[in-house]
């Protein structure tokens, strides 16, 4: 079992910079690819970006990359999200999630997640 607790979330201004972070419990956080994924009012839940178990790899979804970026700190049991040049289409509630799948790299599809944060809320102004 892997509790996750996001924090970091706010409201900003287009154009501004948040930094996400997920807290996990347990002792087997380098065992897990990692994700952030974003659900903004009336929309489907979508991915952001997800890194390999070591921190090695990263693949981000085409709306974040250049602007995001995501690391980890298996020592520290944590996961980041860098959000630089905010825009207000960035604006829904931010999730972390685990996956345990064998043989991924990185992971993009919700159901290949088996670990949900609670979310934190961010809300970028124009």
């Known amino acids: 079992q892997v509790q996750l607790v996001e924090s970091g979330g706010g409201l900003v201004q287009a154009g501004g910079s948040l930094r996400l972070s997920c807290a996990t419990s347990?002792?087997?956080?380098?065992?897990?690819?990692m994700g952030w994924f974003r659900q903004a009012p009336g929309k489907e839940r979508e991915f952001a970006a997800s890194?390999?178990?070591?921190?090695?790899?990263?693949y981000y979804a085409d709306s974040v990359k250049g602007r995001f970026t995501i690391s980890r700190d298996n020592a520290e049991n944590a996961l980041y999200l860098q959000m630089n040049s905010l825009k207000p289409e960035d604006t829904a509630v931010y999730y972390c999630?685990?996956?345990?799948?064998?043989?991924?790299?990185?992971?993009?599809?919700?159901?290949?997640?088996?670990?949900w944060g609670q979310g934190t809320q961010v809300t970028v102004s124009s």
């Open positions: 999630a685990a996956s345990g799948r064998l043989g991924l790299v990185v992971v993009t599809t919700v159901g290949e997640y088996d670990y």
């Open positions: 890194i390999s178990k070591n921190g090695g790899s990263t």
């Open positions: 347990g002792r087997t956080f380098s065992r897990y690819v």
